[in-house]
């Protein structure tokens, strides 16, 4: 049932939400794609009122037939591996599988009660833990900071019988944390951008898999080390967060390298990041990313929609290095 009048502990609301759905789950030994998920899911805090869960279903759209998955306080540890004491949960998720081949979107319907995360953490966290073809919205009815927003999706699979692996949401609720720490010390800095940051991390990932994937996947700390420090030159962030923030990238990196993905998972790691640069900006406009060096095959493999926007990356590349 849902629980009314919960106290509020600013900055460290859990959230029901969200996000960030494993593309790859097992169960048994048969492995469960997200594309094969073809009801849609509500999940929702046990701190609404009535009153605000009917509002959060109308913010998000929920349809009819939507499975719904409630989040309980008292299981938020468990489910993100924290020992933070929460006192509420407000935060909601309406997930969607997509049928368009485009990756995974995210839309903060309420931005103004989304306090710390952005959509592009959202989507980049989603993406480390597996995510492809997903469309996510979030919404709250009361501010909260989104820093467990991994909690109603990994409960939703979890309520299907599809267990998700412990290393993918560790890495995934760190990485969430870590990159909206980041972007908040930084924040108003010339030359930097939350989406920027975010771009430059989809790269380091990309580079890693690729440098696994040339090399019987292993890769050494020295070379995940070297390409966070050439991925942040290259965008121009060297000299804009700290050197304590590149420490905490490579560390997070690390741990990211330990994971393993299938080749669509590897797709929608570097379908993210052109994204967020074909999307342009004038802190883009100096990136000299390497995106077009990295997974030939995959690119030959889009058509439609995607590969017209592989082709347009590939055009602003080549306007910058000529």
Avoid: C
């Avoid at 960030?20 to 509500?42: H, N």
């Avoid at 933070?84 to 049928?99: F, K, N």
């Avoid at 989809?202 to 696994?212: G, L, P, T």
């Avoid at 996947?217 to 390409?227: A, K, P, R």
């Amino acid at each position: 049932m849902i629980k009314r009048n919960l106290k509020y502990k600013a900055g460290y609301i859990a959230a029901v939400i969200m996000v960030m759905v494993l593309s790859t789950v097992f169960i048994g030994d048969r492995k469960v794609l997200a594309s094969d998920i073809e009801q849609p899911a509500f999940a929702f805090g046990e701190s609404l009122t009535e009153e605000e869960y009917e509002r959060t279903k109308e913010l998000l759209g929920v349809r009819n037939d939507s499975r719904e998955i409630e989040v309980m306080i008292n299981e938020l540890n468990d489910i993100l591996h924290n020992d933070y004491s929460y006192h509420q949960v407000y935060s909601s998720v309406y997930l969607e599988p997509s049928d368009t081949a485009e990756g995974v979107s995210v839309e903060i319907v309420t931005p103004e009660t989304i306090t710390k995360i952005t959509p592009a953490q959202y989507q980049n966290a989603a993406i480390t833990a597996g995510a492809v073809n997903l469309d996510i919205r979030i919404a709250s009815v009361k501010a909260v900071d989104g820093s467990g927003a991994l909690a109603g999706v990994y409960k939703a699979f979890s309520d299907a019988d599809a267990a998700l692996p412990e290393e993918n949401i560790v890495v995934a609720q760190e990485e969430l944390e870590e990159t909206s720490d980041i972007s908040e010390e930084n924040e108003g800095k010339e030359g930097y951008s939350d989406e920027l940051l975010n771009a430059a991390i989809a790269e380091i990932k990309a580079q890693i898999q690729k440098e696994k994937d040339d090399n019987n996947g292993e890769i050494t700390l020295v070379t995940i080390t070297n390409i966070v420090n050439t991925v942040i030159n290259n965008y121009n962030l060297d000299g804009v967060i700290t050197e304590e923030n590149k420490q905490r990238l490579i560390s997070l990196m690390e741990k990211f390298s330990k994971l393993e993905f299938t080749d669509e998972q590897k797709t929608a790691i570097k379908d993210f990041g052109e994204n967020l640069i074909e999307g342009g900006g004038k802190l883009m406009d100096d990136v000299k990313s390497t995106w077009e060096g990295l997974d030939e095959d995959v690119k030959t493999g889009i058509t439609g929609f995607f590969r017209n926007i592989m082709d347009a990356i590939a055009d602003f590349f080549k306007s910058l290095f000529n």
